[in-house]
């Protein structure tokens, strides 16, 4: 028995639990936890140091962010818009260097050319044009008396040359693919002549 009181001394005094009143554990204050628990541990993202850096990454961000828009709006703002003309011309010339002046691309050929026509003729005359036909293009340009007769001519005869190439699958002849570039590139600069000497 004697024994028994020794042993339950020494666990008492080897575990140093708190008790307060009526024999509960009193909470530590300090930690929330109660008496019992040796080892606490508070996780990193729960600190005030992983607060702030937290904190400070967003505003850097915020600040980067910030600055990369007013650049691209600086850099847009300063870009010069190409004139349609010129545009046109650029984008003729790039056929011509991709090398699709041929029979073998003569239908994607046309296709592009048209879409070149269409845009700066959409461009010169501020009428929806690329969503149109080829057969309403022309229409569309017959009813203008602003522009040239033999210009209109020419246009027309691309368009409706370019019908056949495009939808009924006919070869084309390298010596039309050629004029009709050729065209393309006139019809575009006799314009522009016309616009700047009006």
């Known amino acids: 028995m004697i024994l028994l009181v020794k042993l339950s001394v020494f666990l008492e005094k080897e575990c140093s639990i708190e008790r307060g009143k009526n024999n509960y554990m009193k909470i530590d204050e300090q930690t929330g936890l109660y008496g019992n628990y040796g080892i606490w541990h508070k996780p990193f993202w729960q600190t005030a140091t992983f607060y702030r850096v937290i904190g400070a990454t967003i505003f850097v961000g915020i600040i980067l962010l910030c600055y990369l828009l007013i650049k691209k709006y600086r850099a847009y703002k300063k870009k010069k818009k190409v004139p349609a003309w010129q545009r046109a ?81 006919e070869r084309a002849i390298q010596e039309q693919i050629e004029h009709d570039y050729n065209r393309s590139v006139t019809i575009i600069k006799k314009m522009q002549q016309e616009k700047e000497s009006n």
Do not use: M, W
């Open 89 to 169: 011309l650029q984008e003729l010339a790039l056929l011509q260097k991709d090398n699709k002046i041929t029979p073998v691309h003569g239908k994607e050929f046309y296709r592009i050319v048209t879409a070149i026509l269409k845009n700066y003729l959409q461009e010169q005359f501020n009428f929806p044009l690329c969503s149109k036909t080829d057969a309403e293009v022309i229409v569309y340009l017959e009813k203008r008396v602003d522009i040239d007769p033999e210009l209109l001519q020419t246009i027309c005869v691309i368009f409706k040359g370019s019908v056949v190439i495009k939808f009924a699958n």
